[in-house]
């Protein structure tokens, strides 16, 4: 116990100082200046520091001018940057532009401090003598193992472009995916946190002047009138210290979650498992897998390597691990209809059209074809949550709110009705 307690300390300090050591990493300097000849000039250049970056310009023969920092808390860049990205360097590479020179021109053209200083390292990197494929492997958050081994097969093939292209319409559909769920459950999210904050306001500002009031009638309050006001010096008197204990509990959780792989493997199986919310999970996580595989059978890749590079992709340890039981399966020389079966996780329309596949030398196509079909059925569940999430928030926010206002008034309606 001792060693594990160790162990996640560790970890915990290894975390924090990601943060503590930022300012060493590399980011993307402003600068103008003058070179020798008189010309103006002016670029974005990476380094740790104000003086390295000096440094470096000078060694261009340039006279700097002024060098502006980024700041060190700017937005940072998200994926749908990266696949913009890559489109571009498609659409440029269409046009015959070699890949030195189009990664020059948009590194150049590239205004986001961070994502310049990545593009720049990417550049460097690509004129050093590295292949496209290995200077993408050096930056892993950005770029996982599918997408790098697509553009080695493109390199080696000759046809980098459609599968750039190829990488793009896969990347668009995950994300498409992404913020499709993303805005189902930020309207849930958004409405119960308006209705804990109307609750509070009213527990905490509101009762406590009715108490004041009801102090005056010199009667019985209603059961649910005093139920109020329990609740109301529940909140005031110990409300501060559920909130940090909660608080508390959230930000553990997370850690846990981060560094623990049996906690993220039992929270991925109890997603899978809630009703309504599990079947539409599973529709995902299937129409992800599935859209992979089409694009890496497509490049002629290996259905064996292709399994291995899908299994991160879906975004569920469950089918993670099931991709990784149906690679051992099919090394093991079982049947793909089996391996899949065997997994637990896919429907039985999934299970019996792969052994078709399989048998008639289809995987290709039908490995579209369901990822297609799981992706209209995504769109038609979130389709049906929405309708059934919005009024059946607006009921619970209505009984919520309405029974608090009702209790308060109780005893006037009462006292009225006595008069």
């Known amino acids: 116990m001792l060693k594990k307690s160790i162990k ?32 103006s000039k002016f670029g974005q250049i990476p380094a740790k520091n104000r003086y390295e970056a000096k440094q470096k310009i000078r060694s261009q023969g340039i006279i700097v001018k002024t060098i502006k920092a980024p700041p060190i808390w700017s937005r940072a860049f998200r994926q749908q940057d990266i696949t913009q990205w890559i489109h571009h360097v498609a659409t440029l590479m269409h046009t015959g532009t070699s890949l030195v020179q189009t990664l020059h021109i948009l590194s150049a053209c590239q205004t986001h401090p961070k994502l310049h200083a990545l593009l720049t390292k990417i550049q460097t990197d690509l004129e050093a003598g590295l292949s496209f494929s290995e200077t993408l492997q ?32 896969h990347q ?14 930020t309207y849930p999210c958004l409405i119960i946190c308006i209705a804990c904050g109307v609750s509070l306001h009213l527990l905490l500002n509101v009762i406590p ?41 959230i930000i553990c959780f997370l850690m846990a979650y981060r ?11 109890v997603v899978l498992k809630i009703p309504g919310i599990g079947h539409l999970c599973h529709f995902v996580y299937i129409a992800r897998s599935f859209h992979a595989l089409s694009i890496a059978n497509q490049a002629s890749l290996p259905l064996i390597d292709a399994l291995q590079w899908t299994a991160p992709i879906a975004g569920n340890l469950c089918y993670q691990q099931g991709f990784l039981q149906i690679r051992t399966a099919l090394i093991r020389g079982d049947s793909l209809r089996s391996a899949v079966h065997h997994t637990a996780l896919f429907p039985q329309l999934v299970v019996h059209m792969l052994g078709l596949g399989e048998e008639s030398g289809t995987l290709q196509s039908l490995f579209m074809d369901l990822a297609q079909y799981y992706t209209q059925r995504v769109e038609f569940a979130m ?6 999430i919005e009024p059946t928030l ?26």
């Open 8 to 39: 996640s300390v560790k970890k915990l300090i290894l975390s924090f100082s990601k943060y503590s050591f930022r300012f060493n990493q590399e980011r993307s300097f402003q600068w103008t200046g003058m070179s020798r000849l008189g010309e």
């Open 138 to 169: 050096h930056h892993p958050k950005w770029f996982d193992p599918m997408v790098c081994a697509l553009i080695e097969l493109g390199e080696r093939s000759g046809t980098l472009i459609p599968i750039l292209e190829k990488i793009v319409s």
């Open 172 to 185: 668009t559909k995950n994300q498409l995916l992404k913020q499709q769920l993303s805005m189902i459950f």
């Open 209 to 249: 002047q009715f108490q004041i009031l009801f102090q005056n009638f010199h009667a019985t309050l209603p059961l649910a009138t005093r139920m109020l006001l329990m609740l109301a010096d529940v909140v005031h008197l110990y409300g501060g210290m559920c909130l940090l204990m909660g608080l508390s509990f």
């Open 259 to 269: 560094y623990s792989l049996r906690l993220r493997q039992a929270c991925d199986q």
């Open 383 to 388: 389709q049906w949550l929405n309708r059934f």
């Open 394 to 419: 607006m009921l619970v926010l209505g009984l919520l709110i309405g029974g608090l206002v009702l209790a308060m008034y109780l005893p006037i309606i009462k006292l009225g009705t006595l008069v």
